[in-house]
């Protein structure tokens, strides 16, 4: 059973910064696998923020948030984070941490929501102006 366990959201004004954390545990992540930060806003679709896979490949980043924010993983504790700078009021949403399975990865555009079957229970940030 794969646990994804979320911290750092919180309240922010405008043009502060915002660091979350995603620590996974419980099945045998080794070399190979990729994670990924989304967010949903209330009454707007899930979207993809950054995803990242092993070895620092197949990096993205919604355009809305590049320049901004920075994803990395650590691949020996098996921990992602994404540091957010610059925040705007349109940032805020919850956001989701998500994991694929142990071996995949991931190649080519933006991956979607489906293909990171774990994901762990949110993290709230709110910016405000």
């Known amino acids: 059973q794969v646990q994804l366990v979320e911290s750092g959201g919180g309240s922010v004004q405008a043009g502060g910064s915002l660091r979350l954390s995603c620590s996974a545990s419980?099945?045998?992540?080794?070399?190979?696998?990729?994670m990924a930060w989304f967010r949903q806003a209330p009454g707007k679709a899930r979207e993809g923020v950054a995803t990242?896979?092993?070895?620092?490949?197949?990096?993205h980043y919604a355009d809305s948030v590049k320049g901004r924010f920075t994803i990395s993983l650590d691949n020996a504790k098996n921990t992602l984070t994404l540091q957010m700078n610059s925040l705007k009021p349109e940032d805020t949403a919850m956001y989701y941490c998500?994991?694929?399975?142990?071996?995949?990865?991931?190649?080519?555009?933006?991956?979607?929501?489906?293909?990171?079957?774990?994901w762990g229970q949110g993290t709230q940030v709110t910016v405000s102006s």
């Open positions: 998500a994991i694929t399975a142990p071996g995949v990865r991931l190649w080519g555009a933006f991956p979607a929501a489906a293909d990171f079957p774990y």
């Open positions: 990242v896979c092993t070895g620092g490949g197949n990096l």
């Open positions: 419980g099945d045998d992540y080794r070399s190979t696998y990729c």
